[in-house]
């Protein structure tokens, strides 16, 4: 999975750098700045709370899963834009893995 996450990346950091605003949505969320990013990562949160909460009562679980994908593409795009390394992400994932969800948060309340 972390190849296609890999990828993505790089193809977002591409179209940041290369890309037009009117031919490159990537490009274009670039351009219009962090606040439209957040907006858009604000609506594909609601949408993925929605659609898992529709596949609770018997909904799509394609829905849910798309919303998802959505969720993490503008994720990724907020990354880029702030210089986020996806790897920093993962580094943080794996420095947790192992550990007590319970006992993880607890040590970051202490700090």
Not at 17 to 23: C, I, N, R
Not at 40 to 63: N, P, Q
Not at 87 to 99: E, H, T, Y
Request: glycine share 8%.
């Amino acid at each position: 999975m972390n190849d296609i996450l890999q990828q993505l990346a790089t193809t977002i950091e591409q179209r940041k750098q290369e890309g037009k605003p009117d031919s490159s949505y990537v490009a274009s969320l670039h351009h219009q700045g962090l606040n439209k990013i957040l907006e858009k990562l604000g609506e594909e949160a609601t949408e993925t709370i929605l659609a898992a909460k529709d596949l609770e009562r018997g909904g799509s679980r394609a829905d849910l899963v798309g919303e998802v994908a959505d969720l993490w593409f503008h994720s990724m795009v907020m990354l880029s834009h702030l210089e986020v390394e996806i790897d920093d992400v993962s580094a943080c994932l794996a420095k947790r893995f192992g550990i007590s969800g319970l006992d993880e948060k607890a040590s970051r309340e202490q700090a």
